[in-house]
């Protein structure tokens, strides 16, 4: 063999080695024959009203291989009759088709629900299905929602929309509230015991000059509060505004729970025809409230016994520019957190207006808490502001409450008061103000200074038997 030949054929020899290594150490490309992981079997919501859509919830599909998988089909099986849909990766659509996930990698699928009415009073359970169809094989997530219809009420004032209300509220289904549902002068609404009431944001029922009748009662009670169940919601205050009473007729609310809202109840000034209180409020919990529990703005009078009002954003008790108010039994706690809390109690007669320049003083003829709890985080849970002039009447009673403040308020407004005291409740951060045989607030209280109301004489906002004269019952909302 010549030279040329043998050069020939050895170089032919080691290009086909050369060509054989590198095929053997080039990685060899190809898709994942495994199907997808996910972090839920089965997503639920919680009760949604018809024609309300839900918060978007969402869950993850994995590709747990090192290789890409290629995902043939993400399909929401009800398609596009069924109340749910779907975001898959971006995408919206009742079918996505042809998905790669990267090796360990995921995506995101976001779920909402919208229901239709069905003119049902039960609670319905809705379902539906995403399949993901992947190698040839089907995978699913269950999509549950409670669905509830409900009476929806719906004003816009800037379109001249008002939902005017009068007689008296059914409730067998919810009464759900858009904007505003008002009380038009002139005019009564009664809410019967266990009505539900939903407001969605910024909504408010209104009472303008005309008369609103909450009776509940101590096992079936009315409930306000925001229009989002889900669990997030549970604890957010400021979900709507609340109850706003201006220059009303006289009105009453017994057994009501109202939470989460901005204000509770917010009194605007009074009805010149009205000789007694604005409203008379009875064995209600207002809780959670990103400002106030109950607002008394220029002159409107309430008289409250047996009431919890705790843990709102500024205070349990605000009066500005004066207002009449009588509390007896009751809980006014602060025992919020936040950068704006407040004392329990704020007590002012006067008003700065700050746009016209001018100062807006009021009477408070009647300024009397008694047998009640006025306690909290802060060192001072009472402040009181006045002006007074010759013009002005303030007339004050602060008799046999359990107080915390570094001030102590004396003279002959103030008599037989407990002073810093330690009211032994149940818990403070679960909301339980019921109290221990050791309580401060035991057998403190004045037996000549009764409840009032015919339905609490003889009972606390829970029930339980207060004594009476001449026997010695517990300061505040909880007897022993």
């Known amino acids: 063999m010549s030279k040329k030949a043998l050069y020939a054929l050895l170089f032919g020899l080691l290009a086909l080695v050369i060509l054989n290594t590198g095929t053997s150490c080039k990685k060899i490309t190809g898709f994942s024959k495994g ?7 089965t997503l639920f919501f919680d009760t949604v009203f018809t024609t309300v859509g839900s918060t978007t919830q969402n869950f993850k599909f994995y590709n747990k291989d090192n290789k890409t998988l290629v995902v043939d089909e993400v399909e929401l099986v009800g398609g ?9 990766d971006g995408v919206s659509a009742d079918k996505v088709e042809n998905i790669e996930i990267e090796g360990g990698d995921s ?12 003119g049902g009073i039960l609670p319905m359970v809705i379902e539906d299905k995403i399949r993901f169809r992947t190698n040839g094989q089907d995978q699913y997530i269950t999509l549950v929602a409670w669905g509830q219809d409900a009476y929806f009420h719906y004003s816009y004032i800037s379109q001249g929309i008002f939902d005017l209300n009068e007689g008296t509220w059914p409730n067998d289904k919810p009464h759900v509230i858009y904007g505003a549902a008002f009380v038009d002068s002139a005019k009564s609404l009664t809410i019967q015991q266990g009505t539900d009431i939903y407001l969605h944001k910024n ?36 979900q709507y505004y609340g109850i706003y009473m201006q220059e009303a007729l006289p009105s009453v609310i017994n057994y009501a729970v109202i939470k989460n809202g901005t204000s509770g109840i917010h009194m605007y000034s009074e009805d010149p025809s009205n000789t007694g209180y604005t409203l008379e409020l009875y064995n209600t919990r207002i809780s959670n409230c990103a400002r106030y529990g109950v607002f008394l703005y220029s002159g409107a009078k309430i008289k409250a016994e047996n009431c919890v009002i705790e843990k709102n954003g500024t205070h349990a008790l605000l009066v500005l520019e004066g207002g009449d108010f009588n509390f007896n039994h009751c809980d006014l706690l602060g025992y919020a957190s936040g950068q704006d809390v407040g004392p329990a109690v704020g007590i002012s007669n006067y008003y700065e207006d700050q746009v016209n320049n001018v100062v807006n003083v009021g009477s ?38 359990m107080i915390k403040s570094q001030t102590v308020f004396t003279g002959s407004q103030y008599t037989n008061n407990y002073w810093n005291l330690d009211p032994v409740f149940y818990s403070v951060e679960n909301g339980d103000y019921r109290i221990y045989s050791m309580s401060e607030l035991r057998n403190k209280a004045d037996c000549n200074y009764p409840v009032t109301n015919a339905s609490t004489m003889n009972a606390d906002i829970i029930g339980t038997t207060r004594e009476t004269c001449p026997g010695t019952p517990d300061i505040g909302a909880y007897e022993y």
């Open 203 to 238: 909504a408010i029922l209104y009472n303008y000059k005309g008369s609103l009748n909450i009776q509940g009662t101590l096992n079936s009670p009315v409930t306000l509060q925001g229009d989002r169940l889900e669990s997030y919601y549970n604890n957010v205050s400021g």
């Open 80 to 88: 596009s009759s069924s109340p749910f849909r779907i975001n898959v």
């Open 364 to 401: 408070i003829n009647e300024g009397t808490i008694t047998n009640s709890v006025i306690h909290g985080y802060q060192d001072y849970e009472l402040a009181i502001d006045t002006i007074s002039d010759i013009a002005i009447n303030l007339n004050f009673n602060f008799s046999n409450n």
């Open 107 to 118: 995506l995101y699928i976001f779920v909402e629900v919208t229901l239709d009415p069905n």
């Open 35 to 41: 199907n997808l992981a996910f972090s839920a079997d």
